[in-house]
Nanobody, 124 residues
Framework: QVQLVESGGGLVQAGGSLRLSCAAS????????MGWFRQAPGKERELVAA????????YYADSVKGRFTISRDNTKNTVYLQMNSLKPEDTAVYYC?????????????????WGQGTQVTVSS
Protein backbone atom coordinates (compact mmCIF):
# COMPACT_ATOMS: atom_id res chain seq x y z
CA GLN A 1 0.00 0.00 0.00
CA VAL A 2 1.52 3.27 -1.16
CA GLN A 3 1.62 6.07 1.37
CA LEU A 4 2.81 9.65 1.03
CA VAL A 5 2.91 11.49 4.33
CA GLU A 6 3.59 15.23 4.38
CA SER A 7 4.85 17.20 7.35
CA GLY A 8 6.40 20.56 8.12
CA GLY A 9 3.57 22.95 7.41
CA GLY A 10 2.65 25.76 9.76
CA LEU A 11 2.27 29.48 10.28
CA VAL A 12 5.13 31.77 9.32
CA GLN A 13 5.57 35.48 8.76
CA ALA A 14 6.24 36.90 5.32
CA GLY A 15 9.90 36.58 4.47
CA GLY A 16 10.29 33.48 6.59
CA SER A 17 11.09 29.89 5.68
CA LEU A 18 9.58 26.44 6.03
CA ARG A 19 10.70 23.00 4.94
CA LEU A 20 8.09 20.45 3.94
CA SER A 21 8.83 16.74 3.98
CA CYS A 22 7.11 13.89 2.16
CA ALA A 23 7.86 10.39 3.39
CA ALA A 24 7.08 7.79 0.72
CA SER A 25 6.50 4.09 1.34
CA UNK A 26 4.85 1.03 -0.10
CA UNK A 27 6.76 0.62 -3.36
CA UNK A 28 9.97 1.49 -5.17
CA UNK A 29 9.88 5.03 -6.48
CA UNK A 30 13.15 5.02 -8.42
CA UNK A 31 11.40 5.40 -11.78
CA UNK A 32 8.91 7.96 -10.51
CA UNK A 33 8.78 11.70 -10.37
CA MET A 34 7.58 13.44 -7.23
CA GLY A 35 5.71 16.69 -7.20
CA TRP A 36 4.65 19.29 -4.72
CA PHE A 37 1.28 20.88 -5.46
CA ARG A 38 -0.62 23.56 -3.63
CA GLN A 39 -4.24 24.59 -3.50
CA ALA A 40 -5.50 27.85 -2.09
CA PRO A 41 -9.19 28.37 -1.25
CA GLY A 42 -11.22 28.86 -4.41
CA LYS A 43 -8.28 28.12 -6.69
CA GLU A 44 -7.13 25.20 -8.80
CA ARG A 45 -4.50 22.83 -7.50
CA GLU A 46 -1.22 23.85 -9.11
CA LEU A 47 2.14 22.19 -9.54
CA VAL A 48 4.80 24.08 -7.60
CA ALA A 49 7.86 21.88 -8.09
CA ALA A 50 8.75 18.38 -9.24
CA UNK A 51 11.80 16.13 -9.23
CA UNK A 52 12.78 12.94 -11.00
CA UNK A 53 13.64 10.50 -8.26
CA UNK A 54 16.57 8.84 -10.01
CA UNK A 55 18.18 11.65 -11.97
CA UNK A 56 17.31 14.58 -9.77
CA UNK A 57 16.13 16.76 -12.64
CA UNK A 58 13.71 19.41 -11.44
CA TYR A 59 10.89 21.68 -12.50
CA TYR A 60 9.65 24.85 -10.80
CA ALA A 61 6.64 27.03 -11.40
CA ASP A 62 7.61 30.60 -12.28
CA SER A 63 5.95 31.88 -9.12
CA VAL A 64 8.43 30.03 -6.89
CA LYS A 65 11.66 30.01 -8.91
CA GLY A 66 14.57 31.28 -6.86
CA ARG A 67 12.65 30.87 -3.59
CA PHE A 68 11.72 27.18 -3.38
CA THR A 69 14.00 24.17 -3.72
CA ILE A 70 12.88 20.58 -4.18
CA SER A 71 15.22 17.74 -3.22
CA ARG A 72 15.13 14.09 -2.30
CA ASP A 73 16.96 11.73 0.03
CA ASN A 74 16.99 8.28 -1.52
CA THR A 75 18.18 6.63 1.69
CA LYS A 76 15.16 7.96 3.57
CA ASN A 77 12.66 7.74 0.70
CA THR A 78 11.79 11.33 1.43
CA VAL A 79 11.24 14.39 -0.75
CA TYR A 80 11.64 17.90 0.59
CA LEU A 81 10.43 21.34 -0.38
CA GLN A 82 12.52 24.13 1.10
CA MET A 83 10.52 27.34 0.96
CA ASN A 84 12.32 30.65 1.52
CA SER A 85 11.21 34.28 1.24
CA LEU A 86 7.63 33.21 1.76
CA LYS A 87 4.84 35.52 0.69
CA PRO A 88 1.18 35.70 1.78
CA GLU A 89 0.21 34.41 -1.66
CA ASP A 90 2.07 31.17 -0.89
CA THR A 91 -0.66 30.36 1.65
CA ALA A 92 -2.28 27.07 0.65
CA VAL A 93 -2.58 23.40 1.43
CA TYR A 94 0.52 21.72 0.04
CA TYR A 95 0.30 18.18 -1.32
CA CYS A 96 2.97 15.67 -2.20
CA UNK A 97 2.25 13.42 -5.19
CA UNK A 98 3.95 10.72 -7.26
CA UNK A 99 3.65 9.70 -10.90
CA UNK A 100 5.12 6.74 -12.66
CA UNK A 101 6.40 8.20 -15.94
CA UNK A 102 9.33 10.03 -14.36
CA UNK A 103 8.68 13.30 -16.18
CA UNK A 104 8.84 16.46 -14.11
CA UNK A 105 6.18 18.27 -16.11
CA UNK A 106 2.55 17.27 -16.27
CA UNK A 107 -0.89 18.00 -14.93
CA UNK A 108 -2.32 16.87 -11.63
CA UNK A 109 -4.33 14.22 -13.48
CA UNK A 110 -1.15 12.35 -14.40
CA UNK A 111 -0.24 11.73 -10.76
CA UNK A 112 -0.99 8.30 -9.33
CA UNK A 113 -0.58 8.81 -5.59
CA TRP A 114 -1.30 11.71 -3.25
CA GLY A 115 -0.61 12.65 0.32
CA GLN A 116 -3.18 14.12 2.67
CA GLY A 117 -1.80 17.67 2.49
CA THR A 118 -0.25 20.06 4.97
CA GLN A 119 -1.36 23.64 5.60
CA VAL A 120 1.06 26.51 5.02
CA THR A 121 -0.06 29.95 6.17
CA VAL A 122 2.04 33.04 5.55
CA SER A 123 1.03 36.15 7.47
CA SER A 124 1.76 39.65 6.23
Amino acid sequence: QVQLVESGGGLVQAGGSLRLSCAASGRTFSSYSMGWFRQAPGKERELVAAINWSYGSTYYADSVKGRFTISRDNTKNTVYLQMNSLKPEDTAVYYCAAKSDGRTRGSRYEYDYWGQGTQVTVSS
